[in-house]
């Protein structure tokens, strides 16, 4: 079996197409394909609340190529999941029907709430010692998801309108950054010796360039170090000296600052990075929904 996976989000959309394995008693998968377009629908979602005419056809023409792929790889199952720039596009829902006129995907414009649950269906946690407390930090172009765990229960989570794109395009708010500060505090100050587990692109990215061994976690401490450094750096110089991707270089600053921000207010010193997101999420819920 072929599941895929589409994660409209605000900086990028994503295809990942997995193999199904089952073993005894237990069903995984393995990645055979990963697709990533960065379309940034949020530069149009949060300035104009509205996706514009010429990104509306790019991602039209982004979902007819994994249809496409999902039928040559021959998919038998499918979830595709649009977040934070499609919720605020006042034309989303109508955006939604057109890619189901002319790709034949459907399309669902998931909460907060349930992006957070999704994020944390991906079993980031699964090699780290579950009876240890750990809040999730994801980081997207729109939002930012935070879900508390103590010994492998879900405690509390929530979804705040701060992400890289909506900084870039300064449509961050003060009262966001101060509600998001007072909720990590309120509900991580009882929690001693408190771990954070990072997902997303741009933590991923932050760990490859940290250097640090496979499944050892990102201290604070290397983490402040290396937002020093990279904004030393223009962001051509980002482009051409770093070898970063033009549509990583800007985000990653601001990511840091999320990063950071969160880290220093729930008084976390390492931060594990599993490499995992949105698109492995929703692999995992289609395996729950699929299999019994």
């Known amino acids: 079996m072929r599941y895929a996976a589409i994660d409209i989000g605000s900086n990028a959309v994503r295809l990942l197409i997995a193999d199904i394995i089952q073993n005894t008693g237990s069903v995984s998968f393995k990645k055979n394909t990963l697709i990533r377009v960065p379309l940034r629908l949020g530069d149009d979602a949060f300035i104009q609340q509205h996706i514009s005419e010429k990104k509306t056809t790019e991602l039209v023409k982004s979902m007819v190529a994994f249809r496409n792929l999902m039928d040559v790889y021959k998919v038998t199952d499918y979830l595709a999941c649009a977040t ?14 057109l890619i189901k006129d002319e790709a034949n995907i459907d399309i669902e414009i998931v909460h907060g709430s349930k992006e957070a649950s999704i994020i944390y269906a991906s079993h980031a946690e699964q090699n780290i010692d579950k009876s240890k407390n750990y809040l999730y930090i994801d980081v997207g172009g729109g939002s930012t998801e ?8 879900l405690i509390v989570s929530r979804s705040f309108n701060i992400g890289t794109i909506r900084i870039l395009d300064n449509q961050d708010t003060e ?15 009882n929690f001693k010796q408190l771990s954070g587990i990072g997902t997303g692109g741009n933590i991923n990215k932050l760990f490859r360039l940290s250097e640090e061994k496979e499944d050892m976690p990102l201290t604070f401490a290397k983490l402040r170090s290396l937002y020093t450094y990279l904004s030393s750096f223009s ?17 990653i600053i601001p990511a840091c600052e999320i990063y950071l921000t969160v880290m220093k207010n729930a008084n976390i010193k390492n931060i594990y990075v ?6 492995d999420g929703i692999i ?9």
Do not use: C, H, Y
């Open 84 to 97: 934070s720039a499609m919720r605020e596009a006042k034309n989303g829902e109508d955006v939604v029907k």
């Open 146 to 153: 935070l879900s508390l765990f103590s010994a492998g229960e």
């Open 175 to 189: 009262e966001t950054w101060n509600e998001m500060k007072d909720f990590v505090r309120d509900n991580t100050r």
């Open 235 to 251: 962001l051509k110089d980002r482009i051409n000296v770093l070898g970063l991707n033009q549509d990583r270089a800007d985000v």
């Open 274 to 279: 599993p490499r995992v997101g949105m698109v």
């Open 284 to 292: 995992q819920t289609l395996i729950e929904k699929n299999i019994q």
